[in-house]
């Protein structure tokens, strides 16, 4: 495409190495000024790669950009940030025990005479911005009392008052709930009036949909397409973003419940602070049947997953497996219950990242008479059994038993985590933001695995922050606020927004279904 | 290009290189004081190597920071930072004392007897810092420290107190003979012992001019032990996971608490056996009013730092540093430069092994550069 400066930006025959590794091979990128255009790929496509050599963190291999027609070169992100771009990252940046306002103007600080911080000036500065764009924000809160979306406002915050004229937002919607996500598709079309341009990397089609004007899709860093949103659906932009057909929608038969596997009877649980986060909470799980709890962060999901895994103290109530208590015992004694659980943390909980994958697969079956000799690890047993998993689970590298686990992308670490925990044959399995990070394709596997699971007669327990996760996979749909069911319904009884407006603490509709 | 790129990212090449650049800047320091650095490292090796008796001096040197790199390195291998080696070195020296100097049993009993005591003192130091980590979750850094401190002070009162301090001089009465781990320590002085030595002048040399010990034996052995145990065993697994990542392995069913403190504890045998060794094996089998710590536990935080935490590695480590160590008291004998230069070389190594991360990055850079001409 030819130079000009109706483009805001424009990335010609970008390519990005590391070592061998084509990260990047020839991509190209138009964007027009003031209109929202959206990067599309999968984990691992390039996005990110991409979007940080725009903003000066890589340096590309080959390939121009032009900025408003001019050719420039990005050696840092200061010389970005001197050419307007800003950058929103996934992970914010944030110093927790300053304030909205200290950390805006971290960095670019307003000093009167005598270098001292004119903190009124920069405050005044910030309440412009907050005006003009609807971020509403509180210019004094400290950002570990504020939520995560007002934190992402003050990232956006950041870039404006650095003058920024085009905006990269890594994966905005990735911690937001779907009121937060509004918002703040909102807040991208009041600046997108105001002549900014936007660039937004993510791998929600829903979202692309709802706030883009043009998408470009990358695929394992080749350059596939550009397109105006309007004219294609969501089927079309997962075909091009995966390579091959893919289905959105959960395939599976209506839930044949057995019998009650898993209760929990009026638990109460406090959080690292001493406060209530789950309150006189009772919910059942039977064979054959997936319960999912919709919800919005911090209502409780994770002390309740905490009290499940006796990783926390259960204040009051009883959790029972099979009819055996086990709350307040330890997290060995549950997995000896047969209860499985996928952390939504992968590498935190799930993983020990330095080991490797046939090390990680046995670290709940290690201490077992099938993998120990004597006291030592049986080695040839667990590569035995990790080979084959590798296998069943379409793990990827094959042959990766003997390589560290952190050597694995995202999903292929998350199959790593399922593949252990489902091999574990248990009654319940506890599946928290199982598909958190993944992309289409990986997401559409752990769906079916669930499914399969459920059909093969087990209890599963869904926790998930996507209402379309929660809504699309389970059986039985429980809506959880303020650390307690505030309302159950069965699959198709109940709409997205009935749910969104219960999980932001909406009144309960009159004609909701009550299961327990 | 590749295959350089290849070598460049083992760890061992990034320690030759790290040893090549202490030796530079050693060089250069020498050459700035108005020494012959060559002539300096001539003597150092000579020092090192150029005798039989030379040679057994550097092993029985490396012996103990073998021990207490060891357990440094095991505890670093558990997610742990044990500074506090010097202190379970100086317990285990201790507690080998109070048994060897009281008791006088035949050395087939005594033996196990006095080093077993040593062991349990570093065990008993090891496990209170374990303990209070796990317990009340204090670092294990501030606790030791404080411990090394205390057990200075604790071997100090000891050397004054009246049951075991030699009237008219600042130590201990030594541990009675049947403690000894010497080898053949009666036989290789009688006559019939030096008779039968002295066809073999190497042999003759070693045996009667130093205090040849089994100490280097046990301290390989125990570097294989926990080299299994780390890498073979079940226990192993769990304490690696647990260092690792304490998160992971807590919610997989490990007890992480429990790891803890038996990490702490068998760090702390291992350095507490360093301790009892060195009373046992060497003269003059006894502890002196300490006034400064002397470094036994703290060069094992060099040693296992050299090693990169390899148990195997360790005992290598161990050996380089013994030789430096005792090498540089030939620096300062034959060119007269101060031992200093050599507590420069040594910090020096360390600092370039802690920087060797640097070497693989390199070689990353080298394989792009090579795959930039491909093209």
């Known amino acids: 495409m030819e130079v000009s400066k109706e483009y805001a930006v424009q990335m010609h025959g970008i390519t990005k190495l590391f070592g061998t590794f084509r990260a990047l091979d020839n991509v190209n990128l138009d964007v027009k000024k003031g209109s929202i255009h959206a990067i599309l790929g999968e984990n691992g496509a390039g996005k990110s790669t991409l979007m940080n050599v725009l903003y000066g963190l890589y340096q590309a291999d080959a390939g121009e950009i032009y900025l408003n027609g001019e050719k420039v070169v990005i050696k840092n992100p200061n010389v970005a940030i001197e050419h307007g771009i800003g950058m929103v990252h996934q992970h914010f940046m944030l110093v927790d025990n300053f304030t909205v306002t200290q950390n805006i103007i971290l960095g670019t600080e307003v000093t009167s005479r005598f270098g001292v911080l004119d903190m009124k000036k920069a405050r005044e500065e910030i309440l412009n911005i907050v005006k003009k764009y609807g971020l509403e924000v509180d210019p004094d809160a400290k950002i570990e009392d504020i939520s995560v979306g007002m934190q992402q406002r003050v990232e956006i915050l950041k870039a404006l008052y650095r003058g920024a004229e085009i905006l990269i937002l890594d994966e905005p919607t990735a911690v937001l709930t779907p009121q937060e996500i509004e918002e703040l598709i909102s807040i991208m079309h009041s600046l997108i009036e105001d002549g900014k341009t936007i660039i937004i990397i993510t791998h929600k089609l829903k979202e692309i949909k709802a706030s883009s004007d043009v998408c470009t899709i990358i695929r394992r860093g080749q350059y596939i397409d550009t397109v105006p949103v309007a004219d294609v659906d969501e089927e079309e932009l997962a075909t091009k973003m995966v390579g091959h057909a893919v289905k959105l929608v959960v395939d599976k038969t209506p839930a044949k419940p057995g019998d009650v596997v898993f209760e929990i009877d009026h638990l109460t649980v406090k959080d690292d602070r001493g406060l209530e986060a789950v309150k006189d909470l009772s919910l059942k799980v039977r064979k054959g049947e997936i319960v999912g709890i919709a919800g919005v962060d911090g209502n409780g999901q994770k002390e309740l997953v905490e009290a499940i895994t006796c990783l926390t103290r259960s204040e009051s109530g009883t959790i029972k497996i099979n009819g055996t208590e086990i709350q307040n015992t330890t997290p060995r004694n549950v997995i000896e219950h047969k209860v499985s659980t996928i952390h939504e943390d992968r590498q935190r909980r799930g993983l020990v990242l330095p080991f490797t994958v046939a090390e990680n697969m046995v670290i709940e079956k290690y201490r077992t008479p099938e993998f120990k000799r004597h006291g030592m690890q049986n080695r040839e047993k667990a590569q035995e059994y990790t080979k084959k998993l590798i296998q069943d689970y379409d793990i990827r590298p094959a042959g990766c038993e003997n390589q560290p686990v952190r050597g694995l992308s995202g999903g292929n670490q998350q199959k790593v985590i399922i593949a252990r925990e489902v091999s574990n044959d248990p009654d319940l399995l506890i599946a928290v933001q199982p598909t958190r990070g993944l992309d289409v394709g990986a997401i559409e596997y752990v769906h079916k695995t669930l499914v399969r699971e459920r059909d093969a007669g087990k209890a599963i327990l869904l926790i998930s922050l996507e209402l379309d996760e929660v809504m699309n996979v389970s059986d039985t749909i429980d809506v959880i606020y303020d650390g307690t069911i505030v309302a159950e319904y069965k699959q198709g009884e109940v709409d997205e927004n009935t749910i969104g407006l219960l999980m932001a603490g909406g009144k309960q509709n009159e004609n909701a279904v009550q299961n327990t | ?375």
């Open chain 2, 1 to 375: 290009m590749k295959m350089l790129s290849k070598i460049l990212k083992k760890q061992i090449t990034s320690t030759i290189i790290a040893l090549l650049f202490g030796f530079l800047v050693a060089a250069i320091v020498l050459a700035i004081a108005g020494y012959n650095p060559g002539q300096a490292f001539g003597a150092l090796f000579k020092g090192m190597l150029s005798k039989p008796k030379y040679i057994s001096n550097v092993i029985i040197k490396a012996t103990p920071i073998i021990l207490t790199g060891l357990s440094v390195a095991f505890a670093f291998k558990t997610g742990l930072f044990n500074i506090g080696a010097e202190g379970q070195y100086v317990a285990g020296s201790i507690a080998a004392v109070l048994v060897g100097v009281k008791l006088n049993l035949p050395a087939v009993i005594q033996v196990p007897l006095v080093v077993l005591a040593g062991v349990l003192g570093g065990m008993v130091f090891g496990s209170v810092v374990g303990f209070l980590k796990a317990k009340f979750g204090i670092h294990e850094v501030i606790t030791s420290i404080m411990l090394n401190w205390i057990s200075l002070y604790l071997s100090n009162f000891i050397v004054s107190s009246q049951a075991y301090h030699l009237p008219n001089s600042t130590s201990t009465y030594p541990v009675n003979e049947s403690s000894y781990t010497m080898i053949l320590p009666k036989w290789k002085t009688s006559d019939a012992g030096m008779a039968a030595l002295k066809p073999n002048k190497w042999l003759y040399e070693m045996m009667l001019k130093t205090d040849v010990n089994v100490g280097i034996v046990i301290a390989i052995l125990m570097a294989v032990v926990i080299w299994v145990l780390l890498y073979r065993s079940n226990k192993g697994y769990e304490l690696r996971a647990v260092g690792f990542n304490r998160d992971a392995a807590e919610f997989a069913g490990i007890n992480v608490n429990r790891n803890i403190v038996q990490a702490m504890l068998i760090a702390g045998a291992l350095s507490g056996l360093a301790g009892a060794l060195s009373i046992t094996g060497i003269a003059p089998h006894k502890i002196s009013t300490l006034a400064a710590f002397e470094n036994y536990g703290f060069n094992g935080l060099s040693v296992a730092m050299i090693a990169g935490s390899s148990p195997i590695g360790c005992v290598f480590a161990g050996l380089l540093f013994g030789g430096l160590l005792y090498g540089g008291q030939s620096v300062q004998q034959e060119v007269g430069a101060p031992t200093e230069i050599i507590n420069i070389m040594i910090g020096t190594i360390v600092f370039f092994v802690a920087l060797t991360k640097v070497v693989p990055a390199l070689a990353e850079r080298l394989e792009k550069r090579g795959v930039g001409h491909a093209q």
